[in-house]
């Protein structure tokens, strides 16, 4: 028996560990309501030569929204690009019933702020020199 890394994981050996940990979740939450929803998704945004300008990752999960990225060219910031994407994402977690979604920054505190989020951790010096705050929305507590 050994472990064994992989700096470029194979996709069926990551479902194996996903599968696993998911299994072995739905068997502690037994009786619970049937929160699960994998749902993994994008919102790219392309200029008029189809160039990408800004986009949005994240994944669902139980009753929750993970957004793993957004990113705006800077040439294309102080335009709500940003805004919208996040409006976007949070029409699709009410879709899919999601009541809650979460995310991390270490410098756009402000925006998401703005927007709703709050901060439920902090990660200090994460990056050197700055902080990492781990944020979230409760959808219907507005």
Not at 23 to 29: C, F, G, L, R, V
């Amino acid at each position: 028996m050994g472990i064994e890394l992989s700096l470029a994981p194979d996709p069926d050996e990551v479902e194996v560990v996903r599968k696993g940990l998911s299994d072995y979740a739905e068997s502690i939450y037994e009786g619970l309501p049937d929160f699960k929803q994998d749902l993994e998704f994008s919102f790219i945004s392309r200029d008029e030569n189809g160039e990408i300008n800004a986009g949005l990752t994240g994944s669902g999960f139980w009753n929750a929204m993970h957004i793993a990225v957004i990113w705006v060219a800077e040439h294309c910031r102080g335009q709500n690009l940003g805004s919208e994407l996040l409006d976007r994402a949070e029409l699709l977690a009410r879709k899919h019933d999601f009541g809650l979604i979460y995310l991390d920054t270490s410098r756009a505190k402000d925006f998401y702020e703005k927007h709703g989020y709050k901060v439920f951790g902090v990660l200090e010096n994460q990056p050197p020199g700055h902080n990492l705050f781990f944020m979230q929305k409760r959808l219907g507590d507005e």
